[in-house]
């Protein structure tokens, strides 16, 4: 019990000891506490609706077309390019493979039959057979929205890049743009075209 008072006591002779000045100080940076929690809090809610929104695209079985996926492909290479030294305004074109594919998901069912026939004059015929049924698998969203079951989504597969830059006439500016793409898209140096800007 005296430990108690003993402690209590020695806040109070802290807290006697606070100036003015340093009170300040304290209600301050509670405050600055305060509104930076609010800013952070603000912005985590952003994330969280950004989020949501990607997840419910995702559920939905909503997904870039192809045409829009090679558009941004295109607008992230170009502002990678245009960050190399001596490399200027760029402008970028992709062709692709073929189109995005999804697998779903199916289940698989097979039934074997084995038939021995033998007919009157003793000669016997046998025969087997096999039929596989396939189902696709549907998610239920609500009550009435039925979708199939995504299990793996690929993107189009790029085939070749053609980039037109102003320092396209420079042998290392040219070195450095193939170099970047070949590390991004694994395609074989021929199929890359980097030319100079009018």
């Known amino acids: 019990m005296e430990n108690k008072k003993g402690g209590l006591s020695s806040l109070k002779n802290i ?17 600055v506490l305060i509104l930076c929690s609010d800013s952070c ?16 695209a995702e559920e939905t079985g909503e997904s870039l077309s192809s045409e829009d996926y090679v558009d941004a492909l295109e607008e992230k290479l170009e502002n990678l390019i245009s960050n190399i030294d001596g490399a200027g305004d760029v402008k970028v074109m992709i062709t692709v493979k ?9 289940e698989d069912s097979v039934s074997e039959k084995e ?50 830059v102003q320092g396209g006439d420079s ?20 199929k890359i075209a980097v030319g100079k800007m009018k």
């Open 41 to 56: 809090s603000g912005k985590k809610a952003e994330n969280k609706d950004d989020i949501m929104e990607e997840r419910t």
């Open 15 to 31: 807290l006697k000891n606070i100036t003015i000045e340093k009170w300040l100080l304290i209600g301050g940076a509670g405050i």
């Open 171 to 190: 042998p290392i500016v040219k070195e450095k743009i193939t170099g970047i793409i070949k590390a991004l898209f694994g395609i074989e140096i021929n």
């Open 98 to 106: 073929s189109t995005s594919t999804k697998e779903v998901l199916t």
């Open 115 to 164: 038939l021995n026939e033998k007919d009157s004059n003793g000669g016997s015929r046998e025969s087997y057979e096999v039929s596989k049924d396939e189902k696709v698998i549907l998610s239920e969203e609500g009550s009435s929205l039925k979708s199939p079951f995504v299990v793996s989504e690929a993107n189009p597969k790029v085939e070749g890049v053609a980039v037109i």
